[in-house]
């Protein structure tokens, strides 16, 4: 099991909330971008700060449905699990926070759409809500935030880009 045993309980009044959202063009078509979004496993492999991810659980198609992710940075390891949602698969890949010991959120979404007159490639919406609970300093907080916000979609781009060449 994913070590997310030792959640803690927060005072969600000095949490702060922080959203983000992004567009990339990609080198790849749409489903291609999708499908290394789903590669959960391999993370630690490009995603900056990533050190761990588990599938816990598969929809009745198979697909990734909880997975557990272990981040470190700041001089802090952050755990949660994360649920996604396929439902407009492969267009959309949503998740939201369903465990975790260092945020009170953790919801988004990737949205994947074609280039209009380039079908090898695809426009990439990264949406994000983060709420941090612990209580971090000012400056590692931001630091933290800014690391979670920021890094995603610049490194999917160039992780999908680097398959297809």
């Known amino acids: 099991m994913f070590p997310v045993s030792n959640l803690i309980t927060a005072d969600r009044k000095a949490a702060v909330l922080e959203h983000t959202s992004q567009q ?8 291609r971008c999708y499908d290394v979004v789903l590669e959960f496993e391999r993370y630690p492999e490009w995603a900056d700060g990533i ?8 929809d009745p198609e198979g697909r990734p449905l909880d997975v557990g992710f272990s981040a470190g940075g700041m001089g802090r390891q952050a755990n949660y699990v994360l649920r996604y949602d396929h439902s407009a698969a492969p267009q959309r ?3 939201h926070l369903i465990e975790g010991d260092v945020m009170g959120r953790l919801d988004g979404y990737y949205e994947f759409e074609p280039v209009q007159d380039d079908s090898s490639s695809c426009e990439v919406t ?3 809500e983060v709420e941090l609970l612990v209580g971090l300093p000012g400056f ?22 680097s398959l297809i060449s």
């Open 126 to 128: 990264y949406d994000l």
């Open 140 to 161: 590692v907080r931001r630091r933290a935030e800014d690391k979670i916000l920021r890094a995603a979609l610049p490194e999917l781009k160039l992780r999908v880009e």
């Open 24 to 31: 990339s063009t990609i080198a790849a078509p749409p489903n």
């Open 51 to 58: 050190d761990r991810a588990e599938v816990l659980s598969r």
């Open 93 to 95: 890949l949503s998740w």
